[in-house]
């Protein structure tokens, strides 16, 4: 009998302290939870080609850095969410948003009115204009000087309509390329003409390379903004925050970091 009563005590025990062991990690794993961080990840498209706006300092990593970069992560801060970046062609970007590869699009990408037939787009936080890139000597001065000429653009980009707009004025033709260094390259190899480039990205083309040349067209179109699925809630949120950050100074602030 004695022997029954201590395999009794000893099975409840062992119940007991199981039971215990089974309470006690799940209470660690809710604990481990709450540390963990409860921000939700968005991911952010862009063409990592567009300096300063968005590009890879590979002398530093290969971290996606630049005004766009420090624009979205200020805003997700804000708004409690991270950020991930994804890199790819800039003709493909709204073709992700639509089929959800990524939450919302920064890339210096203009809001037309074509794009927004597909995509829904925050306030401008940035209005560019145009320069038109050519090698050193090239003689080419003004628009119609174009004529006759083969001329480079970024597939997708506001430029590439800008230069199918021009080629209605002047005889040209107009080729696309994925990257903005492959159609440095292009002009450099004679293969184009002159290029059509958003103006702050040439600029800094234009000072690292003093066989290039070129000249600004005033007439630029729209703004840059960011670009959502439509009807993503993200845009009311990010538009509310983007105002107020464009108000009280902190994206003039961003820019000038990274145009000075």
Known sequence: ???????????????????????????????????????????????????????????????????????????????????????MDFGGLIQSLQSGQVDFVMSAMSATDERK????????????????????????????????????????????????????EVNMTVENRNRIPEIIQEIKAGRFDAAVIEDTVAKGYLDNNPDLEGFTIEDADGGYAIAFPKDSKLTEEFNKVLKEMIDNGEIDAIIKKWFE
């Open 1 to 87: 009998m004695k022997k029954i009563f201590s395999y009794f005590f000893v099975s409840i025990l062992l119940i007991g302290l199981l039971s215990a062991c089974g309470t006690s990690d799940k209470d660690s794993t809710n604990g481990s939870g709450d540390n963990k961080s409860d921000k939700k990840v968005l991911t952010m498209g862009t063409s990592a080609d567009y300096a300063p706006f968005e590009y890879i300092d590979t002398a530093k990593g290969d971290e996606i850095i630049g005004v766009d970069a420090d624009i979205a992560k200020a805003v997700a801060e804000k708004l409690g969410y991270e950020v991930r970046f994804q890199d």
């Open 117 to 168: 037939k597909s995509v829904d787009f925050s306030e401008t936080y940035y209005t560019s204009k145009h320069i038109i890139v050519s090698k050193k000597g090239s003689g080419i001065k003004s628009v119609n000087d174009l004529s006759g000429k083969k001329v480079g653009v970024q597939l997708g980009s506001i430029q590439e309509e800008k230069a199918k707009e021009l080629a209605k």
